[in-house]
C-alpha cells in the first residue's frame, strides 16, 4: 500500500492529553504544513491552571498505579506493549509526524518512529538491570547509595524530530519509573499526542502520559515552573534553554537536561577518502534540510585538497527529490516556515557581501512550498553570521587550513559544542584530534548517529547540560539517596 496521503484525509488529534483522555480548549495556535503553507488544525494553549491539571493527573497516577514501585520487570513489559503498538500504528505516526514537520513520510516510517520504539525498548532493559550501589564502610556499619524516581518528569521537545525527541524524554523517564507532562512543539503536536493516546491503549496507567499543547513563554513557562515538576528535560535552541534555567533559578531549585543547539565543524586531512567525505559531509548538511541540531555546517579541509573536495560534495548537493512530505516519492525536506527561510536567504545574503563564494545553490527552490537550495560557500569571513550562527538550514560554509593546530582552532566554536565529524586515514592523528575537539560527540569517517542507542548525546558550552540517549539518560532520571546503617 502506498504510504503517500492526502493532509486533508487525517484526523488531527489537536487537545491536550490529561489523564489519559483528550482535554479540548479554544484553538488559540494555528499548525501549518510546511510543504505548501495550509492550515492543517488549531490548537489551544494550555494555561498555568491546566499545566497544574497535569501535573496533577501526573502525581495521580503515580500514586494509583505504583508504577515506580512495580516490580521491574513488569514496567518493561508494559512499555515493551507501548512500544510494539507504536510499531503496529507506525504508518498513521509516521504521517501525523511528516504532515506538519520537515520529515519526508517515508523516512518518517523508517527512521523516526522504528527508532522511537526501539529506543523505547532499549531503555526498558534498564528498569531490571540498572541497581544501587553497596560502598565500603566501617566493620560496624553498613552503606549504600540507593537510587529512585524523581516523580513527575516536565519534558519539552522541538518541532525538528517530534516523535523521537518524545521518545529520548519518556522512554528513560516512564523506565526510571516517572510520569510525565510533555509539551511538544506548537509547530507539530500531533505525532506525540497520539504516541500518548497509544500508551493507554497498550496498557499504561492513564495519566502517566499527559500531553500539553501551547507555546514556550505561556504554557511551556508555566511547566518548567510547577513545584510538582521533580526534573526538567527540555530539547531545543540555547536561547529558550537560557529562558528555562533563569526560570528555573526564580521558582524553586530543581535538576534539568538541556539539549541545546549546535554549530558543528567536519574536519577533512589530506590523507582522508574523499568520496567517502564527501558523501557523509553532503548527508551531514542536508538531512532535513540542515534543520537538525548536529548538522555539519561547518566544513574545514586541508587546502590541498579543496578543489576536489568542493567539487565531489556539490556533485552530492544535487536534489532530485524535493516534494511535500507526504509524498512517499520526498526525500528532501522543505524548510518549517517561511520566516526561517527569509533568515536563510539574509544569513547566506550577509556572507556574500562577505565576499563569500557561492559554488552551489544560494536560494530557494523554484516550487512550490518553502524549499531552500543545499548551498556551498567557500571563502567565508569568520565574522560572518554564516560561520558563527546556527542557520537551521542546508548551508555549508568551507574553511582551509594548512597545519593541523589551526584545523582544531578553526574547529573550536566559542559558545557551541554539540558534535564534530573527522575525516583521515591516520589513526594516530584521529586520537590526536579527538582529545582536542571541544564536542560531547566525535564522530570519525562517518557524520551521524548510529541505531545503537547506547552512545549518550548532549552537548558542551552552550549546546546543553547533561546527556540523552544511553545509560546516562536513564540515569538522569533518578537520584541518589545515601543510607548508611549502624549495625
Ligand atoms: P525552540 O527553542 O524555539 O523551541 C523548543 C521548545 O521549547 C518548543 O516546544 C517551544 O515551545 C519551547 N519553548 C520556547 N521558549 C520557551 C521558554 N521560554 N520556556 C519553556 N519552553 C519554551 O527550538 P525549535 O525551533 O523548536 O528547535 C530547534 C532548536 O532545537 C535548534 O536550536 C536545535 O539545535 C535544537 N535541537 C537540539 C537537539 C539536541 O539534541 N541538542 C535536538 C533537536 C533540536
Redesign the pocket.
Known amino acids: 500500500m502506498s504510504l503517500s496521503f492526502d493532509p486533508q484525509s487525517l484526523s488531527y488529534p489537536a487537545g491536550h492529553f490529561i489523564g489519559g483522555a483528550r482535554v479540548d480548549g479554544p484553538a488559540a495556535l494555528e499548525v501549518l504544513a510546511p510543504s505548501d503553507g495550509r492550515v492543517l488544525s488549531g490548537i489551544p494553549v494550555a494555561d498555568a491552571g491546566t499545566v497544574d491539571r497535569a501535573v496533577t493527573a501526573a502525581q495521580a497516577a503515580l500514586d494509583a498505579s505504583g508504577w515506580a514501585g512495580l516490580a521491574p520487570r513488569a514496567r518493561l513489559r508494559a512499555l515493551h506493549a507501548w512500544a510494539d503498538l507504536i510499531d503496529a500504528e507506525a504508518e498513521t505516526l509516521a504521517r501525523l509526524e511528516s504532515v506538519a514537520s520537515s520529515r519526508p513520510v517515508s523516512q518518517a516510517l523508517a527512521g523516526d518512529v522504528r527508532n522511537t520504539a526501539e529506543q523505547i525498548r532499549f531503555f526498558a532493559e534498564f528498569a531490571d538491570k540498572e541497581g544501587g550501589d553497596l560502598v565500603p564502610t566501617s566493620e560496624t556499619s553498613m552503606g549504600f547509595i540507593a537510587s529512585e524516581p524523581y516523580g513527575v518528569v516536565g519534558a519539552?521537545?522541538?518541532?525538528?524530530?517530534p516523535i523521537s525527541?518524545a521518545g529520548w524524554k519518556m522512554g528513560p523517564a516512564l523506565a526510571a519509573g516517572n510520569a510525565v507532562v510533555l509539551?511538544?512543539?506548537?509547530?507539530t503536536p500531533f505525532s506525540t499526542l497520539y504516541m500518548a493516546e497509544l500508551s493507554v491503549r497498550a496498557g499504561l496507567p492513564e495519566g502517566l502520559i499527559n500531553i500539553v499543547l501551547?507555546?514556550?513563554?505561556v504554557?511551556?513557562?508555566a511547566?518548567?515552573a510547577h513545584p510538582g515538576i521533580g526534573k526538567v528535560s527540555?530539547?531545543?535552541?540555547?536561547?529558550?534553554?537560557a529562558?528555562?534555567m533563569e526560570?528555573i533559578a526564580r521558582t524553586g531549585i530543581k535538576p534539568m537536561t538541556l539539549?541545546?543547539?549546535?554549530k558543528s565543524p567536519q574536519v577533512v586531512f589530506a590523507d582522508a577518502d574523499l568520496d567517502l567525505a564527501a558523501g557523509c559531509i553532503a548527508r551531514g548538511i542536508m538531512a532535513n534540510a540542515g534543520?537538525?541540531?548536529?548538522a555539519g555546517s561547518r566544513l574545514i579541509f586541508a587546502r590541498e585538497v579543496a578543489e576536489e573536495l568542493a567539487g565531489r560534495i556539490a556533485e552530492k548537493m544535487a536534489v532530485t527529490d524535493a516534494g511535500p512530505t507526504w509524498d512517499e516519492a520526498s526525500g528532501y525536506s522543505p524548510i518549517?516556515s517561511e520566516k526561517q527561510l527569509g533568515r536563510i536567504e539574509s544569513i547566506v545574503s550577509a556572507a556574500r557581501d562577505l565576499g563569500a563564494e557561492l559554488i552551489c545553490g544560494g536560494g530557494r527552490m523554484d516550487r512550490e512550498g518553502s524549499f531552500y537550495q543545499p548551498t556551498l560557500l567557500a571563502g567565508v569571513d569568520d565574522r560572518s553570521p554564516a560561520v558563527t550562527e546556527?542557520i537551521?538550514g542546508p548551508v555549508l560554509t568551507m574553511q582551509s587550513f594548512d597545519e593541523e593546530e589551526e584545523a582544531v582552532a578553526l574547529a573550536r566554536h566559542p559558545t557551541y559544542g554539540?558534535c564534530s565529524g573527522l575525516f583521515t586515514r591516520d589513526l594516530s592523528r584521529a586520537m590526536r584530534m579527538i582529545r582536542k575537539l571541544e564536542s560531547g560527540t566525535v564522530w570519525v569517517n562517518r557524520y551521524g548517529r548510529s541505531t545503537d542507542h547506547i552512545l549518550p548525546?548532549?552537548?558542551w558550552k552552550e549546546?546543553?547540560l547533561g546527556k540523552?540517549l544511553g545509560r546516562e539518560a536513564y540515569l538522569a532520571n533518578r537520584r541518589s539517596k545515601s543510607v548508611l546503617i549502624d549495625l
Do not use: H
Not at 509539551?183 to 509547530?187: A, G, Q, R
Not at 534543520?291 to 548536529?294: E, I, L
Open positions: 519539552i521537545t522541538p518541532w525538528n524530530f525527541m509539551k511538544p512543539s506548537e509547530m501551547g507555546d514556550g513563554p504554557t511551556g513557562a511547566l518548567v527540555f530539547t531545543g535552541s540555547t536561547r529558550a534553554g529562558a528555562i526560570n539539549e541545546l543547539g549546535g534543520q537538525v541540531c548536529v518549517i546556527e537551521f554539540l548525546t548532549g552537548g549546546s546543553g540523552d
